[in-house]
């Protein structure tokens, strides 16, 4: 096996402009680990249901079934005896009445088991209530167990709850700051079982890319072979590359720290156009181009005005006569007049946001020129909307 005998580079992120302008291109090296990941490196998903006790009376309350059965199943794992008699000696049941159900919110948990997790290790949850809960703010979540897609359980999660979001109403009027219903738990779960992962299975080991590119993917190849030697990397696909590592497992591990650390010069990404249909955000990259286009945006308002008029009888009306309301209407319709723009073929960033800002356009009707333009073929990129 070679050795690294020359410094290694520097990441260099390939900057993605936001209405700005273009940036001379240059050469983007950037490392293996940055650009993909081992497949025996996957994370795996977990799914718990638990009980959220310590609301301000903002839980379920008491006409979710499921919230009550829960929780009494949870009283009876504990030694508490629901629906039936304290003692031989009382004969007064203790109900789920008597609790303060208002307290108590059923809510879904969900993690992210890392790759590699141990027993004992901590990860972060998301805490979403299911039912009629308004607020999960200052609660505390009970032991719930973690399952994998296995119906095995590989964490158990408690703790007190951290909501960013509050509600408050009063006579009628409520007001909302962020999602009341949702909290996190910072560390909230504790891994009991591992993983196996197949790192140390088979001859080799598989990178798979990032983002999909031919280029990209031989050019790791090649990377790879050149600082290790021909043979040790074979492109499968535009995501994976198998490379063929040791197979004790210091050795391995050693090796696959060196392969990630390993500088390749990345493909140019494709032109893309990545549009926040809710916020208005719109993302353009370097690389976008259009062809010959002409584009005129103008925007239609519709007024209407209405006055409240009384009609008063005259003076010679008839002794029963009243008055009258009277309700006029007037409705106004104005169009802007925008100038029509013209982009020349090849135009590129540039030309495109200049072009844009001197018609005067919003960045709601930016998007519609970029989806007309797509339409058109003459976008030369690909529209991404989420």
Same mark, same amino acid.
């Given at each position: 096996?070679?050795s690294?005998n020359q410094? +290694?580079g520097a990441l ?16 983007q ?6 650009i ?8 795996n998903?977990?799914?718990g249901y638990?009980?959220?006790?310590g609301?301000?009376g903002t839980?379920d309350?008491?006409d979710?079934s499921?919230? @009550?059965q829960t ?15 304290l003692s ?19 809510v879904?948990?969900?993690a992210?088991l890392?790759a ?12 979403a ?7 999960l703010?200052?609660?505390v ?6 399952r994998?897609?296995?119906g095995?359980?590989y964490?158990v999660?408690?703790? *007190? ?8 109403d009063a ?8 999602v009341?219903t949702?909290?996190?738990?910072p560390?909230?779960?504790l891994?009991?079982r591992?993983?196996e ?6 001859e +080799?080991v ?7 590119d +031919?280029a990209?993917s031989?050019r790791?190849?090649q990377a @790879?072979n050149?600082?290790f030697?021909?043979?040790?990397a ?8 198998k ?6 497992p210091d ?5 696959v720290?060196l392969?990630e ?12 156009v990545?549009?926040n249909?809710r916020?208005?955000?719109?993302v @353009?990259?370097r690389n976008?181009?259009?062809?010959a286009a002409?584009?005129s945006?103008?925007d239609i ?5 209405a006055?409240n008029e ?7 009306? *008839?002794?029963?006569?009243q008055?009258t309301?009277v309700?006029?209407a ?7 007049k ?7 073929p090849?135009?590129?960033l540039?030309?495109i946001?200049?072009a ?5 356009a919003?960045p709601?009707?930016?998007i ?9 073929g003459?976008?030369?990129?690909e529209?991404?909307?989420?």
């Amino acid at each position: 096996m070679k050795s690294f005998n020359q410094p +290694f580079g520097a990441l260099v992120v390939l900057a993605v402009t936001v209405f700005a302008a273009l940036m001379t291109p240059q050469a983007q090296a950037t490392r293996i680990k940055d650009i993909s990941a081992l497949s025996a490196a996957r994370p795996n998903q977990l799914l718990g249901y638990g009980l959220v006790v310590g609301l301000q009376g903002t839980g379920d309350g008491k006409d979710i079934s499921f919230t @009550i059965q829960t929780l009494r199943e949870t009283l009876a794992r504990l030694g508490t005896s629901v629906d039936g008699p304290l003692s031989s000696y009382d004969l007064d049941p203790v109900s789920v009445k008597d609790f303060k159900v208002e307290n108590v919110a059923a809510v879904m948990v969900t993690a992210e088991l890392p790759a590699f997790a141990k027993p004992g290790q901590k990860v972060d949850v998301n805490v979403a209530a299911i039912a009629k809960a308004k607020s999960l703010r200052g609660g505390v979540l009970l032991m719930t167990r973690m399952r994998g897609p296995d119906g095995q359980t590989y964490a158990v999660a408690q703790g *007190p709850l951290a909501a960013s979001g509050f509600t408050a109403d009063a006579a009628g009027s409520s007001v909302s700051v962020g999602v009341a219903t949702s909290a996190r738990i910072p560390g909230g779960a504790l891994i009991e079982r591992e993983v196996e992962g197949p790192l140390n299975v088979g001859e +080799f080991v598989t990178l798979n890319l990032t983002a999909p590119d +031919f280029a990209t993917s031989a050019r790791v190849m090649q990377a @790879i072979n050149a600082q290790f030697g021909d043979g040790t990397a074979a492109a499968v696909d535009a995501v994976s590359i198998k490379v063929r590592a040791p197979t004790a497992p210091d050795a391995r591990v050693a090796f696959v720290g060196l392969l990630e650390e390993l500088d390749v010069d990345a493909a140019e990404p494709p032109a893309r156009v990545v549009v926040n249909s809710r916020t208005g955000t719109v993302v @353009i990259s370097r690389n976008v181009i259009v062809k010959a286009a002409a584009v005129s945006q103008g925007d239609i308002s519709v007024t209407v005005d209405a006055t409240n008029e009384v009609s008063q009888p005259g003076p010679f009306a *008839p002794n029963n006569a009243q008055t009258t309301p009277v309700q006029n209407a007037q409705i106004t319709v104005t169009e802007d007049k925008k100038n029509m723009v013209l982009f020349k073929p090849g135009a590129e960033l540039r030309q495109i946001v200049n072009a844009v800002n001197e018609i005067g356009a919003s960045p709601t009707a930016l998007i519609s020129i970029l989806e007309a333009l797509q339409r058109a073929g003459a976008l030369q990129a690909e529209l991404i909307v989420i």
